[in-house]
């Protein structure tokens, strides 16, 4: 419950951004917000569009700016294995049900009855590929439903609009990891 000064979240984030071991610290001695204290206003800052699009880029540089990050970032990919689930969320600013879970992207679901029509004709995904941005708290860029196979050229298409992206905002990347499979 300790208030503070405008700039003390700022220094806290660039401080838990360069070292967690030097945030930790610096807490001994300066009465700074804990690091889950700081995840959670970074994830009140944030929400994930549902498509790579405009958005994406805009929350990125967001984020970017609120911790007051301005050098090349490091992005990495990252495709982690998915439990076969469909789920219909609410919209709140389109105003509609959607339904994921698929490879493709998210449907609307405009009654119960088309619901059982959608699911017949979806593919499943077993695995969701993430986009990163790593050496600070990091931040989700983008997360794609995809299948179990997936070529070279398919993951290259998901991977360059978000390259060209980051770039057309002026986001700085100095590098691009994966975790080592033969596709990635």
């Known amino acids: ?56 880029f805009l929350t990125v540089v967001q984020y970017l700016q609120s911790v007051g990050y301005s050098a090349p970032v490091a992005l990495s990919c990252d495709d982690t294995k998915l439990h076969l689930a469909y789920r219909t969320y609410w919209d709140t600013s389109k105003q509609i049900h959607m339904l994921v879970g698929g490879t493709s992207e998210p449907r609307v679901v405009t009654n119960p009855d088309e619901l059982q029509e959608l699911l017949e004709d979806l593919t499943s995904a077993t695995k969701v590929c993430t986009f990163l941005l790593p050496k600070m708290p990091p931040i989700v860029i983008a997360a794609k439903a995809i299948p179990n196979s997936l070529s070279v050229t398919d993951l290259h298409k998901l991977i360059i609009p978000i390259i060209w992206g980051l770039l057309a905002h002026k986001v700085a990347i100095c590098s691009y990891a994966c975790d080592g499979t033969q596709t990635e």
């Not at 300790?2 to 003390?8: H, T």
């Open 1 to 56: 419950n300790f208030k503070y000064r405008p700039m003390a979240p700022q220094f806290a984030n660039m401080c838990a951004i360069i070292s967690p071991k030097l945030y930790c610290n610096l807490t001994k001695h300066l009465p700074l917000p804990t690091l889950q204290h700081l995840r959670y206003e970074l994830n009140l800052i944030l929400q994930l569009p549902l498509s790579i699009c405009e958005c994406t």
